[in-house]
């Protein structure tokens, strides 16, 4: 079993910037492959960005390329998510979510993550 916890989330003016994390714990953190996915409010959960167990290949949504950065510490257990140049479209709650060991094409697809964490909630206000 793993457990995944976010934080960081909050509200923060269009152009802004913000750090999500995500705290994991139960497994081997080095054999997770990890990946942000965000849910607007009427909308479908949406691919963010993922980053696989090596921490050697990433992957980031159209919608996010260029402005957001995911990276992760193994040494801490962490998975983070700087978002800069921040939208009012990017207000969503972003979820984090994990599998074992899969390639880069595999991170991106929410139905390869056995578990996910409860969720922070990110507004943008323009």
């Known amino acids: 079993q793993v457990q995944l916890v976010e934080s960081g989330g909050g509200s923060v003016q269009a152009g802004g910037s913000l750090r999500l994390s995500c705290a994991a714990s139960?497994?081997?953190?080095?054999?997770?492959?990890l990946t942000w996915f965000r849910q607007a409010p009427g909308k479908e959960r949406q691919f963010v960005a993922g980053?696989?167990?090596?921490?050697?290949?990433?992957r980031y949504g159209e919608s996010v390329e260029g402005r957001f950065t995911i990276s992760r510490d193994n040494a801490k257990n962490m998975l983070y998510l700087q978002m800069d140049n921040l939208k009012p479209s990017d207000t969503a709650v972003y979820y984090c979510?994990?599998?074992?060991?899969?390639?880069?094409?595999?991170?991106?697809?929410?139905?390869?993550?056995?578990?996910w964490g409860k969720g922070t909630l990110i507004t943008v206000t323009s």
């Open positions: 980053i696989t167990w090596t921490g050697i290949s990433t």
């Open positions: 139960g497994r081997t953190f080095s054999d997770l492959s």
């Open positions: 979510a994990a599998t074992y060991k899969t390639t880069s094409q595999g991170i991106i697809a929410a139905e390869n993550m056995y578990y």
